[in-house]
């Protein structure tokens, strides 16, 4: 049985906290339904009502976009441990570029990593809580350092290059480019 509340809870804020991966699913009308899954070190919980998450350079921007055109974001958690719980959060999102006034006030809630692209900012309209009694155990290995590998790697200018050539989703929808390489950790 699902149940819904309109701000995320104490207990729902903990469990957050302790997964180490989490998904993250946008639309915008006439383009593929975007769901990606994330990992690192790279969401916060701002406040009941308000998350945020890091975004690095990847292989698109569809979550940019999506959000620009419409605003509609879910993200979810699944504990792959005790107690099963999976965790929606229904928002509306926007994203944070470095060149924007208001990102290093929202920048300041994470460690900086190599290509941080962008902060999607994300205000909470509900949450949804399941059983999860479907989700297998899992336990984390370790994280991914390729990623942030290839980040370090490279040239700043030529990546700085590269964003700015990314104006447009998959589906052509619009998107802003960031405006600098930010090295991170």
Partial sequence: MADFTEALTEKQIAMIAEQPVFFVATAAADARINLSPKGY??????SPTRVAYLDL???GNETHAHLAADGRITVMFCNFQRPP???RIYGRGRPVLP?????????AHFTLMPGTRQ?????VESVQSSCGW???FMALEGERETLKKAHRQSDPAQWEAKMATRTRSIDGLPTRATDRFIAGE
């Fill in 119 to 123: 902060i999607f900012d994300i205000a």
């Fill in 99 to 107: 060149q924007d006034a208001e990102w290093e006030a929202l920048a």
């Fill in 134 to 136: 479907g989700v297998p």
């Fill in 57 to 59: 350079g990847g292989s």
């Fill in 85 to 87: 719980l999976i965790l």
């Fill in 41 to 46: 070190d790279a969401f916060r919980v701002l």
